[in-house]
C-alpha cells in the first residue's frame, strides 16, 4: 500500500467518521486497506467491519451510528427513539429499529436489536435526521414517536407510552396537531384520545 493510499483511506474514515469496506469499493480503493491500517493502530475496529479513526472521541450515540451503517434501512424507534430525544427514564439495552415487513432480519453480534414491522406511511412518515458526529441517524420524531409507543404499548407498555406522552408535552417536544396526525397514521387515535384529551383538560 503507498502512502498516498494510505493517506486517502485515512483522510476518507476521518471525513466520514466511520466506514465499512462497502465505503472504499464506493470510491475504487480496496477493503484490503482498512485491515492494515487497523493493524498499524491508525484505526480502530468497532464492530465487525466498521473501522473509526484511532483518535476518534467515542460518545453515547456510536452505538447508534453502528446500527445506521450496519441497518441502513432501518429506521431508530420506540424505546430507541425516546432516549434520543430524552423523553424517558427507560434505558434500553437493544437498539429499537423498524423495517418493512420483508426486509431481511439482520443479524448482530453487538449491539442487541429488536426488529419491529412497519409498512406504508407508518414507515415512512415523521422520520427526522441527526448528524452524530461520525454519520447519520434516521429516526422518528418525537410527536411519531409516541404514536408509535401507543401503537406498541403490548411490546413496550402503556405505562412508557403514557410517560413520552406527557413528558413531550411538557416540554413542547410537539404540537397538538403534530400529535394527532400521527396517531392517525398509526391508527391509534382512538385508543390515544382519553389520555391526550387528559393532558388538556
Avoid at 480496496?30 to 498499524?40: A, D, F, I, K, V
Amino acid at each position: 500500500m503507498t502512502p498516498t493510499t494510505a493517506q486517502q483511506v485515512l483522510d476518507l474514515v476521518r471525513q466520514r467518521g466511520m466506514v465499512r469496506a462497502c465505503d472504499l469499493t464506493a470510491v475504487g480503493l480496496s477493503p484490503t486497506h482498512l485491515q492494515r491500517l487497523y493493524e498499524q493502530g491508525l484505526l480502530l475496529r468497532s464492530g465487525r467491519g466498521i473501522y473509526l479513526p484511532a483518535d476518534a472521541e467515542l460518545d453515547e450515540n456510536d452505538t447508534l451510528t453502528e446500527v445506521a451503517l450496519r441497518v441502513p434501512a432501518g429506521v431508530l424507534c420506540l424505546l430507541t427513539a425516546l432516549q434520543f430525544h430524552r423523553l424517558t427514564t427507560q434505558l434500553p439495552h437493544q437498539v429499537w429499529v423498524a423495517l418493512p415487513p420483508r426486509a431481511h432480519t439482520p443479524r448482530l453480534d453487538y449491539p442487541p436489536l429488536r426488529v419491529v414491522r412497519l409498512s406504508g406511511e407508518a414507515l415512512t412518515a415523521g422520520i427526522e435526521e441527526h448528524a452524530s458526529g461520525k454519520g447519520t441517524l434516521r429516526l422518528y420524531g418525537p410527536a411519531k414517536t409516541v404514536a408509535d409507543c401507543f401503537k406498541f404499548r403490548h411490546k413496550i407498555g402503556l405505562d412508557v407510552a403514557l410517560e413520552a406522552l406527557q413528558d413531550g408535552w411538557r416540554k413542547q417536544r410537539f404540537t397538538m396537531d403534530a400529535l394527532w396526525h400521527y396517531a392517525r397514521v398509526c391508527r391509534v387515535a382512538n385508543v390515544m384520545r382519553p389520555y391526550v384529551e387528559s393532558l388538556v383538560s
